[in-house]
């Protein structure tokens, strides 16, 4: 420094006392300056002060030479102690050199520029404010400073200016949120800690509404929430605690809508190996159950988003068990929002949307808002929050986005059960408020449900197939076309019958009549649902094997029981592949024979008392001729004994193998079984149940020795002697017995010659298929013969 230049009104002696490298000799210079510069406070000469200052901080402060430097910060922070409370008026001029310090390489000078701002900062008070974000900013610096001292230091001045904040009433908020949203995204852990500090501090302050501007400064929050460092994120835990908190006191004032994708994107971990990011999650999922709770339906177009971020959560093991409690809570609430109101067409809710500087959101802006697990948020684009009144537009459900996050997670191999579980009782939950809307997309739903079946969850099972029982017997699913999802590869074509919902006109062609179930409940989807179902038990026979009965026993309790049996009787009888036939009619009647589920259909059989019961019976029969077997156990089921006897006369025509036998085998154990009691009981009317009697010696002379022919046996040799039942008047019994058969008969009008000679074309159809297939072996050159 040119010590010959002219620093007046600075003495010559100060002036060599400011460059000196003894900080003693710096502090004496100091005292001169202040002792100065209150001469001219007393003169009231703002002329030669602010000259002083510019002395100072020019040819000083940010002087090249070390020592000058610190000679000027400290002349700097005197001159301010000498203008007490007139120093607001040159606080430009007083703290911009002294910031300029902060960046100096020299860690001693950022100390000693530290120490000069505290100074200052102390002396001005409230009347640093206006220049806060300046002091913020280079306090930001200093608190990732690597000296020890240099940091000290800074968190003196920290806290003396969080002090000057809270007991002021003049903090620019405003001006300051800017700064906050750029900073709080820094990765340097003591600038976090800066950070965190002053949020807290800020949020307590009773005067300064910072909740207005969390949207701006959410996501840091969450990004901070992540640190590695345990003491920053309990403070930041503690920072979002107070928000919430305050949410929860004041809802209405809340900007939900803006902060709703800054939580989407966090409840949806992309490194689940971090343990901190648990804590944003669960963190997150628990501000979202709030905020589904508080804001009610207008987070509604984000639903699509939440469920993204909910669902596969539902699926967590008992490790992140608070997580997995809080999304169930978020998808419970998130379902009770959607109303029946929803299904209402979109052009009769008065071009309702969401809310955007007052203006109702398009649709296409509605789409855009929530793509929040591909895209990062966009704050621009987010609609508002604002409370219920009269002139807000109504909220509109995205159906659309919702169903494709839905089936995105059905055709997901790694979904969790528990989420598989979630989706469908969604899907469900949508088809019973919004069926309208939702049969928009059954068509491309259909396939994936009818592919849930083959679930290895029995719970999957059952929630699909209540989805499924929904979509075929909701009347909003009734339409004029009919056919198979799959038409090209379903061979099978079932007519809907008119007449199948109340209010249709009857239809007059009988074929239809014959075809179509007597409890007119289902629409055109149960008949692609029953084809459907029957094509994939029969590509899928595993499924058929190990779920089929447990499928169709469930559907006959979300469905009518003889609407199911009936549509798969029709079914069957035009299925081309006998072998499946067979086989599903062989299930078809263990399950009737069998199942509690189909108690009121067997009482109805057993009988045939009514003309929907005898019709019922001929349906059944002409697909049970499938199985020879079936088709004389549903004989002994509707009491046909003398049918049976006839049926069983012809077994000696047919080809008698280890399958058929073992049919037998089991029809016997049924006929011991429970289901059957009443046939036992009629044993010991010998007779009037002759050809009961003699059907059942027909059975045991198809039987080999085994423990099945010594069952039956023991059971006809304990058949009574007719003689010795004559225990009452003749004539009234056969009386008694007349009535009996007259009030049948009157409703059993049934060709049975017919329902023989169908049976025996059935087994001809059979019969050609075997020789067809056994010619095909003989033929083959690999063949082994047995």
Partial sequence: MNTEKDFSPLTPNIVRALNDKLYEKRKVAALEIEKLVREFVAQNSSTQIRHVIQILASEFALSQHPHSRKGGLIGLAACSIALGKDSGLYLKELIEPVLTCFNDSDSRLRYYACEALYNIVKVARGAVLPHFNLLFDGLSKLAADPDPNVKSGSELLDRLLKDIVTESNKFDLVAFVP???????????????????????????????????????????????????????????????????????????????????????????????????????????????????????????????????????????????????????????????????????????????????????????????????????????????????????????????????????????????????????????????????????????????????SDESDEVILKDLEVLAEI?????????????????????????????????????????????????????????????????????????????????????????????????????????????ASTMVQTLNTILLTSAELFQLRNQLKDLRTQESCALFCCLYRSWCHNPVATVSLCFLTQNYKHAYDLIQKFGDLEVTVDFLMEVDKLVQLIESPIFTYLRLQLLDVENNPYLIKALYGLLMLLPQSQAFQLLSHRLRCVPNPELMRTVDESKYMDSKHQVVSKRASHTQMDYNELLQHFDRVQSKHLEVRHQRSGRASDHPDRKLM
Wanted: aromatic content about 8%; hydrophobic content about 40%.
């Fill in 179 to 453: 700064l906050l949203r750029e900073r709080i995204y820094s990765n340097n852990q003591y600038a976090r800690q800066f950070i965190i500090s002053w949020i807290h501090v800020l949020e307590s302050v009773p005067n300064i509404n910072l909740l207005e501007y969390l949207p701006e400064i959410l996501d840091g929050l969450f990004q901070i929430l992540g640190d590695n460092s345990k003491e920053i994120r309990r403070t930041c835990e503690v920072v979002l605690g107070e928000f919430l908190k305050e949410i929860k006191k004041t809802p209405s004032s809340v900007k939900f809508a803006e902060m709703a994708n800054i939580l989407v994107i966090h409840c949806q971990v992309a490194d689940e190996t971090k343990l901190t990011n648990d804590l944003i999650q669960l963190t997150a999922m628990t501000w979202m159950r709030e905020f589904i709770q508080l804001a009610g339906r207008v987070v509604l177009p984000y639903s699509s988003g939440i469920l993204t971020a909910v669902l596969p959560c539902l699926s967590y093991d008992d490790r992140k068990k608070n997580t997995k409690e809080a999304a169930s809570a978020c998808n419970h609430s998130l379902m009770k929002l959607v109303t029946p109101e929803d299904d209402e067409e979109e052009e009769k809710s008065g071009n309702a949307g969401s809310v955007e500087d007052g203006q109702p959101k398009t649709e296409a802006d509605s789409n855009d808002m929530l793509n929040a697990s591909q895209e990062s948020v966009g704050f621009s684009n987010i609609s508002f929050f604002t409370p219920a009144s009269a002139d807000r537009p109504q909220v509109v459900l995205d159906l659309d986005g919702i169903v494709q996050v839905l089936d995105r997670h059905l055709h997901d191999s790694a979904t969790g059960m528990m989420t598989r579980i979630a989706v469908l009782k969604w899907l469900y939950h949508l088809y019973i408020k919004t069926p309208r809307k939702m049969f928009r997309h059954t068509d491309s739903l259909f396939p994936m449900l009818l592919k849930t079946l």
């Fill in 472 to 580: 075929a017997s909701s009347p909003a699913g009734q339409t004029d076309q009919v056919g198979s999802c799959d038409s090209t590869a379903n061979k099978l074509e079932l007519k809907v019958p008119e007449g199948a919902r109340p209010g249709q006109q009857p239809s007059t062609d009988s074929r239809a009549v014959d075809s179509s179930p007597s409890t007119p409940s289902m629409n055109s989807y149960f008949y692609k649902f029953m084809i459907n179902l029957l094509k994939r038990f029969s590509l899928e026979r595993k499924l058929l094997e190990n779920r089929g009965a447990f499928i169709i026993r469930q559907l006959c309790l979300l469905l009518h029981a003889e609407n199911i049996f009936h549509s798969m009787a029709d079914i069957l009888l035009k299925e081309e592949d006998l072998k499946f």
